[in-house]
Nanobody
Framework: VQLQASGGGLVKAGGSLRLSCAASGSTFRLSDIGWYRQAPGKQRELVAGITAGGTTKYADSVKGRFTISRENAKNTVYLQMNSLNPEDTAVYFC???????????WGQGTLVTVSS
């Protein structure tokens, strides 16, 4: 599985962005997908995840603002980010887990910068 993250950019506080994670391979629909972020000097953290069956979970810091969704026909997972604030500034990565986590794949990351 190869992952390509896109959609990052510079946005003002209160604005929105939609990130996309496009995957290659026929096993995408079987994978659990997570969006992670890493801010300068901080550890990478899970922002949102969606299972192959469509169950979602969110970090407390983004609940009510971010929405993760998947479109298996396009091999793509989206992260809709609303009400962005400067604390959301980070490089965002997508990750795919297969076979209960025995296989893990990472995309290259996309930078999100939120100005105050």
């Amino acid at each position: 599985v190869q992952l390509q993250a896109s959609g990052g950019g510079l946005v003002k506080a209160g604005g929105s962005l939609r990130l996309s994670c496009a995957a290659s391979g026929s096993t995408f629909r079987l994978s659990d997908i997570g969006w992670y972020r890493q801010a300068p000097g901080k550890q990478r953290e899970l922002v949102a995840g969606i299972t192959a069956g469509g169950t979602t979970k969110y970090a407390d810091s983004v609940k009510g603002r971010f929405t993760i969704s998947r479109e298996n026909a396009k091999n793509t997972v989206y992260l809709q980010m609303n009400s962005l604030n400067p604390e959301d500034t980070a490089v965002y990565f997508c990750n795919a887990l297969l076979f209960g986590g025995l296989q893990s794949y990472w995309g290259q990351g996309t930078l999100v910068t939120v100005s105050s």
